[in-house]
């Protein structure tokens, strides 16, 4: 794929733009194309978890959580590889949102059923994987210059 020119306001009308950030796992973005897909796919995932509520309950709604997963994956990938860290990085921060939806794919979306206290453990580490998430990804700006990822998206 061609070199993505984030600066330029036209690149946000461009689909090979929009489809680098929510299906590519190579690359570097910077902050701003981070958070306008990443509200995007927040808003598509909240109109899609409400849809599935009302449609199939908790199970539905798990679904299409899992749905949006790599969407997710792909966009903080980018960023956290203009950070310079690795994938394994965020496997400790997307771990507990992933392991919460397949439990209530399962069925298990009672905090005072049998599962409760490990619902309540996964439910605090995804707050504060969002916390470091939204630090690191979201509010710090990424290496300058290129890295082992690619070149400096800004330069």
Do not use: C
């Amino acid at each position: 794929m061609a070199r993505i020119d984030w600066t330029d306001r036209k690149v946000w009308l461009e689909p090979a733009a929009w489809s680098h950030l929510f299906l590519d796992f190579q690359g570097r973005i910077p902050r701003l194309p981070f958070w306008g897909a990443a509200v995007v796919l927040n808003v598509f995932a909240f109109i899609g978890d409400r849809l599935a509520m009302d449609v199939g309950g908790h199970p539905a709604a798990a679904v299409v959580g899992l749905a949006f997963l790599y969407p997710s994956l792909a966009l903080a990938i980018k960023r956290a590889h203009d950070r310079g860290h690795s994938d394994l990085y965020l496997l400790f921060l997307f771990l507990p949102a992933f392991l919460v939806s397949l439990l209530q794919v399962l069925g298990y979306f009672d905090s005072t059923g049998p599962m409760g206290p490990v619902l309540s453990v996964l439910g605090l580490w995804v707050l504060v994987a969002l916390i470091a998430l939204v630090i690191d990804l979201g509010m710090i700006r990424g290496q300058e210059g290129p890295n082992r990822y690619g070149p400096d998206p800004l330069a």
